[in-house]
């Protein structure tokens, strides 16, 4: 038994090099494939801010109004909250451009509507409205977008597929 013992432990020792070579070999393979995926996330896909602002914050800001205008204070929570991460989307994927050091002027704005949601304040929401549409002009001029003049919306609906 004692023979058998000392076999199988010769034995493995002797497979102790060929192990930590496969696992080596795998490891370099195994950090090849995570340098080969870290290039592509270089060359993923980022939305421009143009993007972010015409398919999150536009709609989202519509859709907010007509929330609030219809009293449905869960709906404008919810719009609002989408609204806000539209903004952070553009401070996250263009960090240090002027959009992304501009968005921080809105977020006081998003603030007082969030209050006037809470309290369901429809006089202080559309106040708080106005005062948001005119902050986004303001950020329009000052990153040269003055010629992309917001409003604060209509009365029709253009999301007729939603009731608010």
Request: with cysteine; net charge positive; proline share 4%.
């Amino acid at each position: 038994m004692k023979r058998v013992s000392v076999i199988i432990i010769v034995f493995l020792s002797s497979l102790a090099p060929l192990i930590s070579c496969n696992q080596e070999s795998g490891n370099k393979k195994l950090q090849h494939k995570i340098d080969s995926l870290q290039a592509e996330i270089v060359k993923a896909y980022v939305p421009g801010t143009g993007e972010i602002m015409s398919n999150i914050v536009q709609p989202h800001h519509y859709k907010l109004w007509l929330a609030g205008e219809n009293k449905n204070w869960e709906l404008a929570k919810y719009e609002s909250h989408l609204l806000a991460g539209g903004f952070k989307r553009i401070q996250k994927y263009h960090r240090g451009t002027t959009e992304a050091t501009a968005v921080p002027m809105i977020y006081p704005q998003l603030d007082a509507i969030d209050l006037a949601i809470r309290q369901h304040d429809q006089k202080q929401f559309d106040s708080s409205f106005v005062l948001l549409t005119g902050a986004c002009n303001t950020c329009h001029q000052a990153t040269n977008y003055g010629f992309n003049v917001i409003t604060v919306p209509g009365v029709k609906s253009g999301f007729e597929n939603q009731k608010f």
